[in-house]
């Protein structure tokens, strides 16, 4: 199993940017999928979580009404639409899988990496002022 992030990279503040997390081998797709990022000197982030159906999803303060969560089961890829972007926004950003029904206990637990089964190897945002 494999999870591969990738559609990082340098925008502008206010900027928008994609990110695809793509699930690859023997993905049990009734996992949970989560986003994490983590900046430079800062703790890592749980901000973003869906069940693989996207009924369930989940958003930190600090993303909610910029950000959004979809998947593609056909394609067995997350994807994270990022819009308003700022530069406190600029970390790297990791996805990663849970067994399910992971994110539907409560944030503290549910943001413990050791929860998460597979990680991809993240992808870097960079947002200018």
């Known amino acids: 199993v494999q999870l591969q992030a990738y559609g990082g990279g340098l925008v502008q503040t206010g900027g928008s940017l994609r990110l695809s997390c793509a699930a690859s081998g023997r993905f049990p797709r009734s996992y949970d999928m989560a986003w994490f990022r983590q900046a430079p000197g800062k703790a890592q982030e749980l901000f973003g979580a869906?069940?693989?159906?996207?009924?369930?999803?989940y958003y930190a303060d600090s993303v909610k009404g910029r950000f959004a969560i979809s998947v593609d089961k056909a394609k067995n890829t997350v994807y994270l639409q990022m819009n308003s972007l700022n530069p406190e926004d600029t970390a790297f950003y990791y996805c990663?899988?849970?067994?399910?029904?992971?994110?539907?206990?409560?944030?503290?637990?549910?943001?413990?990496?050791?929860?998460?089964?597979?990680w991809g190897q993240g992808t870097q945002v960079t947002v200018s002022s």
């Open positions: 990663a899988a849970a067994p399910r029904r992971t994110i539907l206990i409560d944030i503290s637990e549910m943001s413990k990496p050791w929860r998460y089964t597979y």
């Open positions: 869906c069940t693989w159906s996207g009924g369930s999803i």
